[in-house]
């Protein structure tokens, strides 16, 4: 929804429901195995299972050229994306789903687009008016002077 022109059309609309119902299926799916592998244990085994599974998909439709030599800086974003994007967030979001439960703690992933607006509105990509966190955000092309329609 974010720069959509201040317009929302239905396919966004069912895409960004259908996002939340994931984002809540995510965390109640996992109350019961946090119990039983704990919050570091369970983003393990996800990725203990998903890396071979993807690795599997993208071998069979790209083959050889699935994963190309990273230079250095390529290989630094991905570090960072695998170790603190992807493993250190998931042990502290189940680490919060434990100690809070799944109730309190899905409150604050009502924080996640606040923070989003404010972080944006810091490097200067959004502007904070009372629009943006209502759930719309107004025409970024024109603060530019140009359309992003491509």
Known sequence: MQWAGGS???AGLV???GALGCEAAFSLLAVPLIASLGPRGLPAYACLLAVPLLLGIGLAL???DLMPLPSLGEAAALAYMAVVVTALA???WY????RLGVERAGLFAGIVPISALLSATAIGESSL???PPLGCCGDRSRRHGRREDS
């Open 15 to 17: 895409l960004s429901l």
């Open 90 to 92: 998931f042990v502290f």
């Open 95 to 98: 680490s919060s789903v434990d």
């Open 129 to 131: 008016t009372l629009v």
């Open 8 to 10: 929302m059309s239905l």
């Open 62 to 64: 790209y083959g050889r």
